[in-house]
């Protein structure tokens, strides 16, 4: 027997009504110092959720196989370690503001197994926060699947990695076949959100309360807990959730930051988002923020772009999607109304809104998203790695044209002073990503996707060249209908930006315009 082994005969009686510890009259801890009894920095400061872009931007469902696509679709993308590594540093280097995994413990079946190759979301965000040094980091949480003490302490550990850049995306477990292999029954719906909110408040004491306490709930009976050190960020990780029910509706205003939906309209947006901000404010004096996710598909053509969404509907695995639809339609009031309706989205999109088009189009799509009260967006590809390259060159330079995105990311620095150790254009520290500006022509031994057109070099801000739209610029009107003029012009650069735009590029846009005039 070693030291620390106590046999039943020696170890003392433990009455109920008492604790272990006052029963074996452990001398108490204390008083702890404060940088492990109170958050470090201002979440505010740290998290790129806080940042001002008008519109958010980031990826949804890259630890896992197929990603948001129900579909035998062509795709470099692969759930392996390394590769989503490779997406994490080209949407940091692109400036995405978050990485939000799918929980997943069992695959959905089918000939895809959808889902079902997929990095648990605690170690697949620490392991990123590592990795990465300016993008937001989430793990998704199955709460039942999870004890709020350990969940408490391994948020809090991958806080401190990224440097307040962790969030926690809440859910409540939807899937039967998976609760069961927890030796779990599924709870009816609405009591699923009183579950949550119990696991919930225990894990806010335990990120807040300095000392020990106890416990004693419906669904928790807890002695003596404590946990330090704190979270890095305060008051707290940003927490997210995706529920749209009555319940699901409450449980957000109530208790998280960003709400994520999925509905069908503009019009439908705009009437959830006004309600579910002001129940949060009206009921609970808070703000809220509201997303959406869903497909981005994006080609040089609308018609390009509508054959390639409708390439992924064709090779769609509708075995996974149907029994995708008959657990969500019997379980999920979530997704009841629409699940019938759109049975495609669930092949291309995970049920989200579809985002497709030439470039200008999407943009105007991302117009309306904002226009409609959604914040931002967590995005799916076909082929993340290589869709996001031409997204950073084609779309991006029009989301910050059309004020939907503006500087401060697209020079690569990093929240807060504007300063910067690596390149200015932020590339740098994602090696060996390469951007569309810095990276070989393609084509060339792996390089490139097939299905992808390839991405015009990164536009220089001093030669942009006019936006096109389609038809019109066949007919001779080169600018966007909706998006400003930038003919002959670029967007100031701030000045606190400046030293380093000049480093880059020589001289600021304006510079460059008076320059060319005189």
């Known amino acids: 027997m070693t030291s620390t082994d106590v046999s039943p005969e020696t170890s003392p009686d433990i009455s109920p009504d008492i604790s272990a510890a006052e029963a074996l009259e452990l001398n108490p801890t204390a008083p702890r110092p404060p940088e492990e009894t109170?958050?470090?920095?201002?979440?505010?400061?740290?998290?790129?959720?806080?940042?001002?872009?008008?519109?958010?931007?980031?990826?949804?469902?890259?630890?896992?196989?197929?990603?948001?696509?129900?579909?035998?679709?062509?795709?470099?993308?692969?759930?392996?370690?390394?590769?989503?590594?490779q997406v994490a540093r080209t949407a940091e280097a692109i400036g995405?503001?978050?990485l939000v995994p799918i929980a997943r413990w069992r695959g959905f079946g089918g000939t895809t197994n959808f889902n079902g190759n997929?990095?648990?979301?605690?170690?697949?965000?620490?392991?990123?926060?590592?990795?990465?040094?300016?993008?937001?980091?989430?793990?998704?949480?199955h709460l039942p699947t999870m004890h709020p003490i350990v969940a408490a302490k391994a948020a809090t550990t991958i806080d401190h990695i990224s440097g307040g850049r962790f969030g926690l995306n809440l859910v409540m477990g939807w899937f039967s076949p998976e609760m069961e292999m927890f030796d779990g029954t599924q709870r009816e719906h609405d009591e699923r959100y009183t579950f949550g909110q119990e696991w919930l408040d225990l894990v806010l004491k335990l990120w807040s309360e300095e000392g020990s306490f106890d416990h004693h709930g419906d669904f928790f009976n807890c002695r003596g807990v404590e946990s330090y050190p704190k979270p890095h960020q305060a008051p707290r990780p940003i927490l997210i959730n995706a529920g749209n029910s009555k319940a699901g509706v409450e449980f957000s205003a109530r208790n998280v930051d960003v709400n994520f939906a999925s509905l069908t309209t503009f019009e439908e947006m705009k009437a959830y988002t006004d309600t579910i901000r002001g129940k949060a404010r009206e009921e609970h004096q808070r703000d809220i923020k509201t997303m959406t996710y869903g497909l981005v598909v994006c080609r040089d053509a609308e018609k390009e772009a509508k054959a390639a969404f409708q390439h992924v509907i064709d090779k769609g695995d509708w075995g996974a999607a149907e029994n995708v639809m008959k657990?969500?339609?019997?379980?999920?009031?979530?997704?009841?109304?629409?699940?019938?309706?759109?049975?495609?989205?669930?092949?291309?999109?995970?049920?989200?809104?579809?985002?497709?088009?030439?470039?200008?189009?999407?943009?105007?799509?991302?117009?309306?998203?904002?226009?409609?009260?959604?914040?931002?967006?967590?995005?799916?590809?076909?082929?993340?790695?290589e869709e996001m390259k031409y997204f950073d060159a084609e779309?991006?330079?029009?989301?910050?044209?059309?004020?939907?995105?503006?500087?401060?990311?697209?020079?690569?620095?990093?929240?807060?002073?504007?300063?910067?150790?690596?390149?200015?254009?932020?590339?740098?520290?994602?090696?060996?990503?390469?951007?569309?500006?810095?990276?070989?022509?393609?084509?060339?031994?792996?390089?490139?996707?097939?299905?992808?057109?390839?991405?015009?070099a990164h536009p220089d801000p001093r030669r942009r060249r006019p936006p096109r739209h389609g038809a019109q610029r066949r007919r001779g009107q080169e600018v966007h209908p909706r998006l400003p003029d930038l003919r002959g012009r670029h967007p100031a650069v701030p000045s606190r930006f400046a030293s380093q735009y000049r480093e880059r590029y020589g001289e600021l846009p304006s510079e460059t315009v008076r320059r060319s005039a005189g």
């Open 38 to 85: 109170r958050p470090l920095v201002d979440g505010r400061q740290t998290h790129p959720l806080y940042n001002d872009q008008p519109m958010k931007l980031g990826l949804f469902g890259t630890n896992c196989s197929y990603g948001l696509i129900m579909s035998h679709a062509e795709t470099t993308y692969r759930a392996t370690w390394e590769h989503t590594l």
């Open 118 to 141: 997929c990095f648990e979301t605690y170690a697949w965000a620490a392991g990123l926060a590592q990795a990465t040094e300016r993008i937001g980091i989430f793990a998704t949480s």
């Open 327 to 385: 657990i969500a339609g019997m379980q999920s009031q979530s997704f009841n109304e629409q699940i019938k309706q759109f049975q495609e989205r669930f092949i291309a999109g995970w049920a989200g809104f579809p985002i497709v088009g030439n470039p200008e189009q999407v943009t105007e799509q991302f117009a309306q998203l904002k226009e409609n009260g959604m914040e931002g967006m967590i995005m799916g590809m076909v082929d993340y790695n």
């Open 96 to 98: 995405f503001e978050a």
């Open 395 to 456: 779309v991006m330079p029009l989301l910050k044209q059309a004020g939907l995105r503006h500087w401060a990311y697209s020079l690569g620095l990093p929240l807060g002073d504007g300063s910067a150790d690596d390149d200015v254009c932020g590339r740098a520290a994602a090696e060996p990503v390469r951007c569309a500006r810095h990276r070989r022509p393609r084509g060339g031994p792996g390089r490139g996707h097939p299905g992808l057109p390839a991405a015009r």
